[in-house]
């Protein structure tokens, strides 16, 4: 099945820093979205991007939707301690296949953020 | 967008026996799925819960361990069956208003420890 590799696997950084995290498929993807799951909770839905080349903010948060339609990119800056949490990349693949319509996930970004 | 509420929240099973997790959507939703998260790891789709219908599992899922329904646009339950210690986890109800590029939002989870 499609399959979206994530990166990096977790961070450990000071509040105040940037952070960076990004998103790659093999496949075309025709939407990115971007999720953070705090502890005990379900995923909510942070950015979402529907055109190559996209660049979209919210608030500290900025994503990016490749030229190439296979990879995306989260940064959030000046980090807060409230920003701890686990962040996902998650696209329907395009149409044609089995997995139309369905959300994959990437396995996910673990932030930690120290005050 | 939808809020959805789970029950239980929470729930701690002996081997064999079998758990109801109920779903509940403040608003008709088009698609209502079936995740599952296990510790550390990303979400896995279990099954789509289709109205009126069987449910469409995806691979390594099927219906006598995992049965699903879905009598409304508002309502899924999944069931855990003849559980075993490798079926703790998290189980995550998600929702979709409108085509599959519309934002997909996600219930609070149960997180299921069987012993």
């Known amino acids: ?115 | 967008s939808a809020v959805i509420s789970q029950k239980p929240s929470r729930d701690i099973c002996q081997r064999g026996t079998s758990l109801t997790i109920q779903c509940q959507v403040d608003s008709q939703v088009t698609m209502m799925f079936w995740y599952r998260q296990q510790p550390g790891q990303s979400l896995t789709l279990i099954a789509t819960a289709n109205q009126g219908s069987e449910a469409t599992y995806e691979s390594g899922f099927v219906i006598d361990k995992f049965p699903i329904s879905r009598p409304n646009l508002t309502f899924s339950t999944l069931t855990v069956s003849n559980m075993s210690p490798e079926d703790s986890s998290i189980y995550l109800c998600s929702g979709r208003q409108g085509g599959p590029y519309n934002e997909q939002f996600f219930g609070p989870g149960t997180r299921l420890t069987v012993l």
Not at chain 1, 1 to 30: A, K, R
Not at chain 1, 86 to 104: N, V
């Open chain 1, 1 to 115: 099945g499609q399959q979206l590799n994530q990166s990096p696997q977790s961070m450990f950084i000071q509040e105040g820093e940037d952070v960076s995290m990004n998103c790659t498929s093999s496949s075309i993807f025709n939407t990115w979205l971007w999720y953070k799951q705090d502890p005990g909770e379900g995923p909510v839905l942070l950015i979402a991007l529907y055109k190559a080349g996209e660049l979209t903010s919210n608030g500290r948060l900025t994503a990016q939707f490749g030229i190439t339609r296979k990879d995306s990119f989260l940064n959030i800056s000046a980090s807060i301690p409230s920003d701890v949490g686990i962040y996902f990349c998650a696209g329907p693949p395009g149409a044609g296949g089995t997995s139309y319509g369905k959300l994959t996930f990437g396995q996910g970004t673990i932030l930690t953020v120290h005050p």
